[in-house]
């Protein structure tokens, strides 16, 4: 039976996987300096969902479950933060992945729980996990006073589009991030 529920930090590793998988190898790659590679990323993600303070820690994960294992994830946060907690991201890169990334653009603002990172392990894709995990999504910003939830779909993904359309999610504009270009969508 698929739970969800909020993440642990000894769920890192596992969430850290999930969150790569959302925003694809290309785009882990783009944020690496010369020399680096996805393991140095992956090792980087690990330590920042392990954390309180960052964008991606466990703190801001809910998780679907099947038993112990972890098939999907959803990241977000009060996107009036994301100076804050991008803080850990920026530190980590310049140590991890020899890149500094302390001028990058702003992916969401105020007044919108940001949904960073979506993503099921793809075994357990089309049993509407997804969904599951958008709707407790809806609930945590409903609950932390939120009027929307807000993120970013790579123009490249009309798979991933299609999701959140089903979820009632709409056009707002566009937006560049990753070195892609990107549709911000809310609900």
Known sequence: MVEIREATKVQAAEIARLIMMAMTDDCCLYFCGDGYGLEDFRRMMTLLVEREDSQYSYRNT???????????????????????????????????????????????????????????????????????????????????????VGLLVDKGNPVGETVYAAAGFCYANDSLWGGHPMKHLVL
């Open 62 to 148: 809910l998780v679907a479950t099947e038993g112990q294992k972890v098939i999907g994830i959803a990241v977000s946060y009060d996107g009036g933060k994301l100076h804050e907690l991008r803080q850990a991201f920026i530190h980590a890169a310049k140590e991890y992945i020899g890149k500094d990334h302390s001028g990058m653009d702003d992916e969401t603002q105020a007044g919108e729980l940001y949904l960073d990172s979506l993503a099921v392990l793809p075994e357990y894709r089309r049993q509407g996990i997804a969904q599951r995990l958008l709707v407790a999504t809806k609930e945590k910003a409903d609950a932390m006073g939120l009027p929307c």
